[in-house]
Every structure is written in C-alpha cells, then in structure tokens.
Nanobody, 114 residues
Framework: QVQFVESGGGLVQPGGSLRLSCTAS????????FYWVRQAPGKGLEWVSK???????SYADTVKGRFTVSRDNANNILYLQMNNLKPEDTAVYYC????????RGQGTHVTVSS
C-alpha cells in the first residue's frame, strides 16, 4: 500500500515562503500522477497541484504563479514550493494519488498569519 509522509509546514507571515516535502513509499513518484491537496479549517479538501508521470504540472487558479510542484525521482520525494503565501493558504497540506485526496498521509500544517 502506498504511504506518504508530508513535512515542511509551519507558521509563516503573509508574503513568506515554505517548501513542503512528501516522501512516498511503495510507489515510484516518476511513474504515476501525484497530487497536492489541502484542507482549510472548517472546509473540504481542495485540489492544489498535480504532477504527472511524464512531468507535466498543473495548478489550481488560487495558487497559480505562486506555487511550484516538483519531484526528486532518485529519492522518491515530491515537493511543493509555496511563495507569496496568503492567509487563505492556511490549511493542512497532503500529497495523494488523486485530486480527491485518496491515499493521503497525515499532512503538514501551514499557517499564514502576521
């Protein structure tokens, strides 16, 4: 069974940056599509970004131009570089095997606040 361990979250001021990591087990990150999703307090899961097996990237309109997804094939790690963070980016962030969050790990908390 696929396992994900997300890390890198924390408290950051508006306009700041964070880089999230997701270490995948029992699956190769370059062979399949992977997703970042998030859940803000009191809200449902929201798709954030996707990286396909061939490396194509896509983003939700709310993060386009600010977030960048990437991966380290050798170490089986997915990344989400988040720049110019806004308070509305506050959420628990997960990596998953589909846009609905299937197979996601425990997540990493991101709080954007002054």
């Amino acid at each position: 069974q696929v396992q994900f361990v997300e890390s890198g979250g924390g408290l950051v001021q508006p306009g700041g940056s964070l880089r999230l990591s997701c270490t995948a087990s029992r699956i190769s990150v370059h062979r399949y599509n992977f997703y970042w999703v998030r859940q803000a307090p009191g809200k449902g899961l929201e798709w954030v970004s996707k990286i396909s097996g061939p490396g194509e990237k896509s983003y939700a309109d709310t993060v386009k131009g600010r977030f960048t997804v990437s991966r380290d094939n050798a170490n089986n790690i997915l990344y989400l570089q988040m720049n110019n963070l806004k308070p509305e980016d506050t959420a628990v962030y997960y990596c998953a095997t589909n846009s609905q969050g299937y197979g996601r790990g425990q997540g990493t908390h991101v709080t954007v606040s002054s």
